[in-house]
């Protein structure tokens, strides 16, 4: 019963999201055209629920060629320290540091909570290089959807290495609950309002 409650809250919330941002990311459209060539948005492959890889769709903060300039870590013991955003990376382009610090670049992972790829809440999804490197247990975040915002991300989201994340997902799967969910969409308005851990 949570589960389906879970899943018409993403629906009904993503729908009204959507609508409401939509002049916003209109305007957001506008800055990324101007502040130079590239894509408007930035699609790239996620792993989702079950290790169902799907398309993330966001506003682009980086240069066109930036994936081509990224190195993923090699071993799992590389997660301890690995950051997969950085503050000073100069692959992003000026409007994008602004959209990520605003968190306003995740504006369209609605659509994707809206078509079911992903939910509200839930651990960020990761890109599949680095879901390779899972051991039996970092697999176990898997087990729900990926969300737009998550435990995580209200307890220091780019500050915090690839590994605590996954430790803070992990607490979130095993100690899932609706009202669980409705506390962290609570502290992440103020989180983004605060700017917490944003690179």
């Known amino acids: 019963m ?5 899943r018409v809250l993403d629906m009904v919330l993503a729908f009204v999201g959507l609508l409401a941002t939509l002049p916003l990311s209109m305007a957001i459209a506008l800055l990324i055209r101007r502040d130079g060539p590239g894509a408007i948005l930035f699609r790239q492959v ?9 398309r993330l769709v966001k506003f682009r903060t980086m240069m066109p060629d930036a994936e081509r300039l990224w190195r993923a870590p090699d071993t799992t013991e590389a997660l ?24 306003l670049d995740e504006l ?3 659509w994707n909570v809206l078509v079911g790829d992903m939910s509200l809440v839930g651990p960020r999804p990761e890109v ?3 879901v390779a490197l899972y051991d039996a247990e970092m697999r176990q975040r898997l087990a729900v959807k990926p969300g737009i915002t998550g435990l995580a991300q209200v307890s220091g989201r780019g500050a915090l290495s690839t590994l605590d994340t996954i430790r803070f997902d992990l607490e979130y799967c095993r100690r899932w609950s609706l009202g669980r969910d409705l506390r962290i969409l609570c502290r ?7 700017r917490d851990g944003a690179m």
């Not at 996620?46 to 799907?54: A, E, M, S, V």
């Not at 690995?82 to 610090?101: K, S």
């Open 2 to 6: 949570q589960r389906a409650a879970k």
């Open 80 to 103: 301890a320290g690995y950051r997969f955003q950085d503050e000073g990376d100069d692959r992003i382009t000026p409007v994008g540091r602004w959209l990520r610090r605003t968190s």
């Open 128 to 130: 599949p290089e680095i």
């Open 46 to 54: 996620r792993i989702g629920q079950h290790g169902r890889p799907f």
């Open 108 to 110: 369209p992972n609605l």
């Open 188 to 194: 992440t308005v103020g989180s983004v309002a605060r």
